[in-house]
């Protein structure tokens, strides 16, 4: 560091405004000295360290021993490490949806980057919506960041069957739905589908948006897929520290690392690793913070042209710590080569080609497979548009049955949440294995928020004589981790009055996979007639704090379900 980056950094950044540039120095020093530091370690650079811990967040159990390993790295390379937390959203342990909260924790990221003096700042997060809303946050401050993840889970076994979560919680919830598992199997189950610390071991939402992370280069290569109980996973720890200390005055911010070739390499991943189709939502939230198009025609598009590599649940057989073991994302990059814009810079100044370059040959084909023998020839998700998702719907062929793809039935409604719960196992529920269910008011305006309730129960009677799976249409989200026919975000959601509100049991739906279509097979005159009787309906009920603003101000999942005003070309 050079003599004059002493003296405009660190502590010296942003001072409190007190009419006396050099008293809140002397202030702000003389109050960062009660904690101990000495004078030599307080005219250091500083890098932050945002992390969201929390007793509420199983997913970040080891983020303490993560700190301490960043903490090396930066003193190392010769700045002061300062941690601070943030709230942070543990997936299961939050209602309505974590989902709702995405943008209150992106909103704390952005502003205490900004608030607090640090001349880079190491973002630790790792479950579902922490991520996203780190690199939200990190994107509107955008102050030199580097992302790291807690890693995933390892995976357990019961009765000598390898178990993670979470696609392995719906398998054998579903098993025991059906009658095939015992009272005390279940609860057996229970204790060992999350054994230790890290995020859902498969390929859901947390272990999606590390590798985007890593993909988009806003983590050291490799990084994404490390469990989270490995000493390795320190390493990475103390490197990205290393690696944010370099991002000091650099002109590496995340608006040059995030940018419209880096979108399209994490749209590419996304859709070879068979990933979540929450990442969609997230990846089109964070573009929107820095003005990016995210659009979901040349989603398609990447789609035809990108064959899904990897081979972990819910798409395939594996977990993520295989895909760690087998070569990591880099090893994915390399697959797809000349798909990728190899000339996208990274936060460690490598650009992704030297990464893929420079990347060990190895890799273990049972888990990645190479491009010319692929698992499935075309990406994973599949945007669908039509008279009854006109702002787009998604659905994840990649875990999907194919045989249900080319499809007309006939609609079973639910118009909430609670009228799913009352009448899906209903004995005379009068539902076939050929019929469409359809939720309704599940979506970003709803009061639920848009919970990962997509993936409805098949009902009781049909799941226990023996069907796995059904077409199923909502405008909520699903667990990365789940699997099934299933069309979710249909766009605009029914709370705010899109076509999907109109669906009545007996209409009659068109899906077609191939067509990328999704309608509704009613004359125009009929939809006007219905729209007419159930216009002006409310769809807020709150009044007051954040419930408001999310009520008031929550886009459309085409937009990412971010705030309008959070948007860098957001409207208001
Ligand atoms: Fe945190 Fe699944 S619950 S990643």
Redesign the pocket.
Known sequence: MSDSSRHNHGLARGLTNYGDAKFSLYLRRSFASSMGYSRELLDRPIVGICYAGGGF???HRLVPELIDAVKRGVLSAGALPIEFPTISL???FLVPTSLKFRNLMSMDVEEMIRAQPMDAVVLIG???KTVPAQLMGAASADLPAIQLVTGPMSTSRHQGERLG??TDCRRFWARYRAGELSEPEIEAVEQRL?STAG??AVM???STMASISEALGMMPAGAAAIPAVDAERLRIAEETGRVAVTLIGSERPPSRIINQKSLENAIRVLLAIGGSTNAVIHLAAIAGRLGLEFDFNRLNDLSETTPVLVDLKPTGLHYMEDLGAAGGIPAVMRELGGLMHLDCETITGETVGDRVESWGKWVDRTVIRGIKDPIQITGGLVMLFGNLAPGGAVIKRSAADPRLFEREGRCIVFTSLDDLAARIDDPDLDVTADDFLVLQNAGPKSAAAMPEAGYLPIPKKLASSGVKDMVRISDARMSG?AFGTVVLHVTPDAASGGPLALVQTGDRIRLSVRERRLDLLLEEGELERRRSLSANQPTSSSTRGYSWLYDNFVTQANEGCDFAFLQKNGRM
Do not use: F, I, L, R
Request: glycine share 16%.
């Open positions: 967040n199983n997913c543990g997936e299961v790792g479950c579902d979560a979470c999350a995020t859902c859901g939402t947390a981790t």
